[in-house]
């Protein structure tokens, strides 16, 4: 008999459940007597340990394991019949009722949304593009030289890409605050390392000079007790190191790999290398961008369960990374994390409708030619592909990564697609060093 589920708002259900007594009490003594033939006790035989003595020590513990097990099995049964899944975990309450042939029970509970349909058709996408030709691949080189360089001391200012050692002092309103005074602290002007006013104040120093200067702190700086204040600054330069780059020549090729230090081989390899690390980062900006046009036209409801999950999710991670640093800070609050999580379970229930709906699940040959795409890149293929293919959470790893490429081609294909050149440099980041 189909059992009436219960609406009691967009995605809340409650079901009244009913489960006979004499069928709780039949299956509490069959397990019961299975345990009795399987336990050990003091002073008996296997096997031969009294039912009584059983049902004395575990028969609570098997009469809650039955009753959950009969109350799950209704609930699974009913959901089954509405045609209904289950999101999160269930409440169930003990329910009063005065026939006693019946355990009585009331489950409120979630239900995934009707997804629909996206209309992919409708969806604007923009995909990234980003040619590489002969000066991205002698700015790539030129990136190596300076990876393999060496400081040596400078007489003149300095300026950007020169490392400089420092002594500063900072006080508010005359008064010193945490982390704002070090000695001998170094660090590579113009990589963005410290705040743009101190840098400003270090370029043109030479060593031994001092310098004074205010410095407002930003209002979103990470450092809450500074934030938004000016403070006044000394900075006494110790020493001002320049960066010698190695000559590109033959034994700078060999130095990178190149046996027999050709410069055009060199070249050749860094242009493969570049191409595929820049189709790589197109590839994750283009996916990017298909994911926000999804989660954008998507409309439905969420299961409050599984937004809470997801959030709660991210706390810990942020929690993680923050003692894995080995900060002190408090972790934020919970509620932070409240737009993320509802955009990673809106864009985990569309993009799994479409898995679904569309066959877009990963082929056993889409995945060995992931795993094969990345073994070229080391040394051992071989062993990268049996350290792949011998595990299977890197392999459900790699499968995710391929419903997501699947996913993306499917939507490029049928969505209103342009295409955005990239620069460069800042694709690659190499304003940083990349």
């Not at 299975?34 to 003091?42: D, K, T």
């Not at 999804?294 to 997801?310: H, S």
Request: proline share 4%; glycine share 8%.
């Amino acid at each position: 008999m189909q059992q009436n589920i219960e609406s009691i708002g967009n995605l809340e259900r409650r079901l009244d459940l009913s489960v006979p007594n004499a069928e709780v009490a039949a299956e509490v003594a069959q397990r019961l007597a299975r345990l009795a033939r399987e336990s050990n006790m003091p002073g008996f035989r296997r096997g031969k340990v009294p039912v009584k003595m059983i049902a004395q020590a575990h028969g609570a513990q098997v009469q809650a394991e039955v009753l959950n097990d009969k109350v799950s099995t209704l609930l699974a049964r009913a959901l089954e019949q509405n045609k209904l899944r289950l999101a999160g975990q269930p409440q169930i309450e003990s329910k009063a009722d005065g026939d006693t042939a019946y355990q009585n029970f009331r489950a409120t509970f979630e239900v995934y949304p009707e997804v629909g349909v996206v209309d992919v058709a409708q969806l604007v996408v923009q995909r990234a593009v980003c040619p590489v030709g002969p000066e991205e691949v002698e700015k790539t080189i030129e990136v190596m030289r300076r990876q393999r360089g060496a400081f040596a001391p400078a007489t003149r200012g300095a300026h950007d890409g020169d490392r400089v050692k420092v002594d500063f002092r900072g006080t508010i309103d005359g008064d010193s605050f945490d982390g704002g005074s070090a000695s001998g602290y170094s660090f590579e002007l113009g990589r963005g390392r410290m705040l743009p006013e101190f840098e400003d104040a270090v370029r043109g120093a030479v060593a031994g000079s001092t310098r004074r200067f205010p410095l407002r702190f930003p209002d979103d700086y990470h450092g809450a007790a500074v934030a938004g204040k000016t403070a006044q600054f000394e900075i006494t330069v110790q020493s001002v190191e320049e960066r010698i780059l190695p000559p590109l020549d033959q034994e700078f090729a060999r130095s990178v790999g190149i046996t027999d230090g050709s410069l055009d081989v060199l070249r050749a390899e860094v242009r493969s290398n570049v191409e595929r690390e820049v189709a790589a980062r197109l590839r994750t900006r283009t996916r990017d961008r298909v994911m926000e046009a999804l989660v954008g036209a998507a409309r439905f409801d969420l299961p409050k369960t599984l937004v809470t999950a997801e959030q709660d999710r991210l706390w810990h991670l942020a929690q993680a990374e923050i003692a894995a640093r080995g900060a002190t800070q408090a972790p934020p609050d919970a509620a932070v994390f409240a737009a993320a999580a509802e955009r990673r379970v809106r864009l985990s229930l569309v993009v799994g409708e479409l898995v679904r709906s569309q066959g877009l699940q990963a082929r056993p040959d889409q995945v060995r030619k992931a795993i094969e795409a990345v073994a070229r890149g080391y040394e051992k293929p071989a062993e990268v592909m049996q350290w792949y293919m011998g595990n299977r959470e890197r392999l459900d790893e790699v499968e995710a990564a391929v419903v997501e490429d699947n996913v993306v081609d499917w939507v490029l294909q049928r969505a209103q697609v342009s295409d955005h050149a990239v620069v460069f440099d800042e694709l690659m980041d190499s304003a940083k060093g990349w």
